[in-house]
């Protein structure tokens, strides 16, 4: 059986995974995601955790924060990354942006007392976005 020749002026397309952009990594989007799993820890542990199972979070809120995380890994600014209510591109889907703001609006206030660490890197960043 003969295989078909290939004419050099003739574009071989490339696979999809070859054309798809490495998935962001560096240490800003590392600590994005550390702060949206602490709010999102913080929320559900006070508005869906089962008494006694204070540690875990509901399949909704792993959702969730997987599609965060997802979000963050495809975020275009990279590294340059601005606070989400700052962003000038809207990367959450029309279904999912209420949810988000709404974990993100009730677990900031509180981030300072749990996790002063990130809240105070958090701070550092929109004051650098401006």
Do not use: W
């Not at 999102?40 to 599609?67: F, I, P, T, W």
């Amino acid at each position: 059986m003969q295989m078909p020749v290939q004419h050099p002026s003739t574009p071989t397309k490339p696979s999809t995974r070859a054309r798809m952009r490495p998935a962001n990594s560096g240490r800003r989007i590392r600590r994005e995601k550390r702060t949206i799993t602490a709010m999102l820890n913080l929320y559900c542990q006070d508005h869906h955790a089962a008494r006694g199972v204070s540690s875990q979070r509901c399949d909704a809120c792993d959702e969730l924060l997987r599609y965060a995380h997802q979000r963050l890994d495809n975020c275009v600014f990279g590294e340059l990354k601005q606070p989400c209510n700052q962003c000038t591109v809207h990367c959450y889907s029309k279904s999912l942006r209420p949810r988000i703001v709404e974990v993100m609006r009730y677990a900031g206030p509180r981030m300072t007392l749990r996790y002063p660490l990130l809240s105070i890197l958090h701070v550092l960043d929109k004051l650098r976005a401006r």
